[in-house]
């Protein structure tokens, strides 16, 4: 069964200053879906991971070319709402990021700057968040503590967590277990298993063996372009490129 | 072999000079403290504390210099504290890094570099004889509030700038606005280095001298508004030295004035601590 088409990438171009960082990229990403992310170190994946919630507005002197289409929508149109569109497209860090403020506040932090004020509302909303994020039973008796005493595992959790709170429809995730231990990287991908029912994830890996345990579809990119990308079986066992092959083989990169 | 042995005797050399200074400086800072509570402490009472001074201050205590001294403090604060953080905020938040505020920062680093008396004669001209405000409460509030302007701005600043960049990424990417970002991730946890600086602003309105002297005026009581002249601790010191009024006064004055310097003193290294320690949890 094939599912319907949640973002699609048009001749996407991206540039820092005079370094183009993304040559005319076009894929699409399946809803309801897992797709990494592969590709050796500054090959433009995060960066291609970062254009699709703008995170890189925030990078000065990058200039963009192409359509980016969530749900038919070009989010780089002028019209496009960039709060509404991070609301929907939420992102997880290489290292996890958790706010200098207690475990419940961190969880409840989106759904207060969209304007939730309802102390119950935010109760159930945390407590759903938690426990889809497979952290409830760990941290249910010290919601009012300090996130940042959490382990790093919990931590990258507690950041997952928060972005389910304001109900995103995509979730981005940047080398999220790089940091981590094997057990809570285990956590972290069965999580992700269990997430794609409702969610469509992108994932940037640099772990050939995580994209091939927990992705459908895998994109391989080299030097800004995307050379190759498809059924994450296919990818593994038959790719079409030598460069591809190269890579996962650990010829390179 | 011999070579070694030279290297050995430069650097035992070396470590006997860096052992001086260091000592030195803490002697230094020993002695004059000490002689001041060995002169200072005897005069010290609970009258002292609270009573007005009389015959000028040759006589009775200090306590209309404690509460303009206080007054003092508060007003200046209400005043550096918006427009310093606010601006600290705009340039490490909003502004666009580049000429203009690098000519921002460097003029903040030039009035932080300007001796104190000169501010007191601008106040004295501009706030007291063009504004109209004479000797008064609000003309040295303004006056003091511009001489920790550049303290309160360029600490703020790196307290904003040390916070790190994953904290705005992570409210950014979760739809909120950089103003939310600003207000609920940012200012809290710079704060505590935001504070600090406060803290030192505060000890340096305690013993600023010059820059009051020509614009809060020496009235010895308690001010009664903000248009009243009102003389602080470290005036009163000035002028019972100066004046030759009485030595044991103003040693007990000055004794009360160092007290509450270190205090404020402290309490800025207790916050400033505190925040490096909460930044390495953050791992």
């Known amino acids: 069964m094939e599912n319907a088409v949640k973002i699609s990438v048009k001749n996407l171009n991206l540039y820092y200053g005079d370094l183009q960082a993304l040559k005319e990229v076009n894929i699409e990403i399946s809803e309801n879906s897992v797709t990494a992310l592969i590709g050796p170190s500054g090959c433009g994946k995060s960066t291609f991971l970062k254009t699709l919630n703008r995170m890189n507005d925030l990078i000065p002197n990058t200039k963009i070319t192409g359509e980016v289409l969530l749900d038919g929508n070009d989010i780089y149109a002028g019209d496009c709402d ?58 249910k008796d010290r919601l009012s503590k300090p996130a940042l005493g959490l382990s790093g595992g919990q931590q990258q959790r507690l950041c997952i967590a928060r972005v389910l709170a304001v109900q995103p429809e995509v979730v981005l995730m940047d080398e999220p277990t790089s940091s981590l231990d094997p057990i809570s990287t285990g956590k972290i991908e069965d999580l992700m298993d269990e997430l794609k029912k409702k969610y469509t994830i992108i994932i940037v890996t640099h772990n050939m063996q995580q994209a091939a345990r927990i992705s459908e579809r895998t994109a391989f990119f080299l030097l800004g372009d995307l050379i190759e990308e498809g059924d994450t079986i296919d990818i593994f066992k038959t790719p079409r490129d030598k460069r591809t092959e190269d890579y996962i083989t650990g010829r390179f990169g | 072999m011999q070579r070694s042995t030279r290297k050995k005797a430069v650097q035992g050399v070396a470590f006997s000079f860096l052992w001086i200074g260091a000592i030195i400086t803490i002697v230094v800072l020993l002695v004059i403290v000490g002689y001041i509570l060995y002169q200072g402490v005897p005069g010290l009472s609970w009258e002292f504390l609270t009573q007005s001074p009389k015959a000028g201050g040759k006589e009775g205590g200090i306590l209309p210099m404690l509460v303009n001294t206080i007054f003092l403090v508060i007003a200046s604060l209400a005043i550096a504290i918006p427009v310093g953080v606010l601006s600290a905020v705009f340039l490490a938040e909003y502004a666009k890094q580049g000429r203009i505020v690098r000519l921002i920062r460097s003029a903040a680093e030039n009035l932080a570099g300007i001796p104190s008396i000169i501010f007191g004669l601008f106040g004295f001209i501009f706030f007291g004889k063009i504004l109209g405000l004479g000797w008064s409460l609000l003309n040295g509030a303004l006056t003091a509030a511009i001489v920790v302007l550049p303290t309160i701005m360029r600490t703020s ?116 601590s505190r925040a490096n320690k909460n930044r390495k949890t953050k791992g």
Not at chain 1, 90 to 116: C, I, L, T
Not at chain 2, 253 to 263: F, G, K, R, S
């Open chain 2, 157 to 272: 600043e790196e307290a904003l700038l040390a916070v790190p960049q994953s904290y705005r990424e992570g409210s950014l990417s979760l739809g909120a606005t950089r103003w939310q970002t600003v207000t609920r991730v940012v200012l809290p946890a710079a704060s505590p280095g935001i504070l600090a600086g406060l803290m030192l602003s505060m000890g340096r309105i305690v013993g600023e001298t010059a820059a009051l002297i020509f614009t809060l005026g020496s009235a010895d009581r308690i001010a009664q508004s903000l248009m009243d002249s009102a003389r602080p601790l470290s005036v009163h010191l000035y002028i019972l030295a100066h004046e030759g009024i009485s030595t044991p006064k103003a040693f007990s004055t000055a004794t009360v004035l160092i007290i509450l310097v270190l205090i404020l003193n402290l309490t800025a290294a207790f916050l400033v």
């Open chain 1, 82 to 139: 960039v709060i509404e569109l991070r609301k929907n497209i939420g992102m997880v860090f290489q290292k996890p990021n958790p706010f200098p403020m207690s475990v419940f506040d961190n969880v409840a932090y989106g759904p207060r700057v969209h304007g939730e004020r309802n102390k119950r509302a935010l109760q159930e909303t945390v407590e759903r968040s938690l426990k889809a994020a497979a952290l409830w039973d760990e941290v």
